[in-house]
């Protein structure tokens, strides 16, 4: 009973700091998202218990959790597909190599084995799960403090209404590296469970960058056109 309660409330903090990565990444609203954010994170983490300890289904844990959390940032917090897609994405495979570089050290120093990638309790995966949590907070205060971040998501809820071109350079760009992220989500269940650490590090690695460049290109391409409808406005007068 103690540990399921453990593994609930670890799982809990771990949703929150997941989705207050991916806000603080991408510069957007934390605190009056509190309820909403709260509530996914309980809900999250009871499914996760389910999936794993319950059902005995743990493969299926995380591509169904990056599901619900592009599901959550659509219709909890308002934010188009897309770019929930591509920011869940980005988020996660941050999160990811976290753990892993958390998990690698921990091997190194001895406080954790291989096959605890696998487990669903015990101190190791405590460790592990808690300092990254920790580490999540950390670095998003300082994204915060500093204001580093990507800004091209503006602040939701975005207006559904107004029609939006899916063929522009950016929204290919966002598109495929959510396709990316996706994929590496898939690839990390079979790594995952074949103790292939150092692999899926270097592939979540990759694709963290290549969210990275989409994102810088992202602002880019935001600041241009603001500069270009300040130029147009300037015309008109």
């Known amino acids: 009973m103690l540990s399921a309660l453990l593994y609930i409330l670890l799982g809990v903090f ?11 990444l991408y510069m957007l609203p934390l605190w009056e998202y509190r309820k909403r954010i709260l509530i996914y994170a309980v809900v999250i983490a009871l499914f996760s218990y389910l999936m794993r300890v319950v059902v005995g289904m743990p493969k299926l844990d995380l591509p169904l959790q990056y599901i619900f959390m592009i599901i959550f940032f659509r219709f909890g917090l ?9 920011s869940t994405g980005a988020g996660l495979t941050a999160y990811i190599n976290l753990q892993l ?3 690698l050290f921990a091997n190194f120093f001895g406080i954790a084995q291989p ?4 487990d669903t309790d015990g101190l190791s995966i405590y460790f592990i799960q808690l300092f990254s949590i920790v580490v999540v907070f950390l670095i998003s205060f300082l ?8 800004s091209f998501i503006v602040q939701p809820p975005h207006d559904f209404l107004r029609g939006k071109s899916y063929s522009s ?14 994929i590496t989500i898939s690839i990390t269940l079979y790594m995952l469970y074949n103790s292939i650490a150092i692999g899926l590090l270097s592939i979540s690695l990759l694709t963290f960058g290549i969210s990275y460049f989409f994102s810088e ?6 600041a241009r056109s ?12």
């Open 115 to 118: 096959e605890v990638i696998q």
């Open 14 to 24: 771990d949703a929150i700091a997941s989705v207050t990565l991916v806000l603080k």
């Open 217 to 222: 290109k992202g602002d880019y391409e935001d």
């Open 169 to 182: 350079s950016l929204n290919k760009m966002l598109i495929f590296g959510a396709i990316i992220s996706a």
């Open 226 to 237: 603001a500069i270009q409808a300040h130029r147009g406005r300037n015309k008109e007068i």
């Open 78 to 86: 308002g934010i188009k597909t897309h770019l929930a897609a591509f």
């Open 143 to 150: 994204m915060s403090k500093y204001n580093f971040g990507f």
């Open 101 to 103: 570089i958390v998990f």
